[in-house]
T-cell receptor, first 115, second 113 residues
Framework: GNSVTQMEGPVTLSEEAFLTINCTYT??????LFWYVQYPGEGLQLLLK?????DKGSNKGFEATYRKETTSFHLEKGSVQVSDSAVYFC??????????????FGTGTRLLVSP | SQTIHQWPATLVQPVGSPLSLECTVEGTSNPNLYWYRQAAGRGLQLLFYSVGIGQISSEVPQNLSASRPQDRQFILSSKKLLLSDSGFYLC????????????FGDGTRLSIL
């Protein structure tokens, strides 16, 4: 079945450091890929998405490119801030035969940014 | 614009008591609706989803049930809570169209004593 694998956390960085959070997936067909962010005590917010190979999703300085050849969707940011501290989830869509779309989530990667 | 509301935000319940968590969506019609549970420090587990009024699908066997009495209302229930039901419960919605993102509520933190 479809699955998403994320790097183990926590990822600990100093402010202004470069961020990469790895995400690889296994899927049949051509799923859409998403990154969600969860701040402490809150729900998940959609951070960015990509719907086909070579698409680049971007938002708030974060970027991720849909790489079909390596089945990856790594999240990057050039200069992190303390306010970026959160848990980041990679996810893919899994469209069922009934037309219903289910999201398959990775286990999440906690990012801690210190001043 | 579309919004999603969950309540209550936090809940402390004794073992064996009933549960009712409510989720409503505004600004869209005929959404797909979802209930997830997130155990402490872990990922999300899909519990139920619904593609229409009265249509509920369960992903995992458990002590919980879900209902959709109206198009934009999704309710998570239990007749008797277990300690293992503790967690962070998230409601989400998406459009019917394929490969679209899901949009999440702020969650309910449920503690069972």
């Amino acid at each position: 079945g479809n699955s998403v694998t994320q790097m183990e956390g926590p990822v600990t960085l100093s402010e202004e450091a470069f961020l990469t959070i790895n995400c690889t997936y296994t899927a049949t067909g051509y799923p859409s890929l998403f990154w969600y962010v969860q701040y402490p005590g809150e729900g998940l917010q959609l951070l960015l998405k990509a719907t086909k190979a070579d698409d680049k999703g971007s938002n708030k300085g974060f970027e991720a490119t849909y790489r079909k050849e390596t089945t990856s969707f790594h999240l990057e940011k050039g200069s992190v801030q303390v306010s970026d501290s959160a848990v980041y989830f990679c996810a893919l869509s899994d469209r069922r035969n009934t037309g219903f779309q289910k999201l398959v989530f990775g286990t999440g990667t906690r990012l801690l940014v210190s001043p | 614009s579309q919004t999603i509301h969950q309540w209550p935000a936090t809940l402390v319940q004794p073992v064996g008591s009933p549960l009712s968590l409510e989720c409503t969506v505004e600004g869209t019609s005929n959404p797909n609706l979802y209930w997830y549970r997130q155990a402490a420090g872990r990922g999300l587990q899909l519990l139920f989803y619904s593609v229409g009024i009265g249509q509920i699908s369960s992903e995992v066997p458990q002590n919980l049930s879900a209902s959709r009495p109206q198009d934009r209302q999704f309710i998570l229930s239990s007749k008797k809570l277990l300690l293992s039901d503790s967690g962070f419960y998230l409601c989400a919605w998406s459009t019917e169209a394929g490969n679209q993102p899901q949009h999440f509520g702020d969650g309910t933190r449920l503690s069972i004593l």
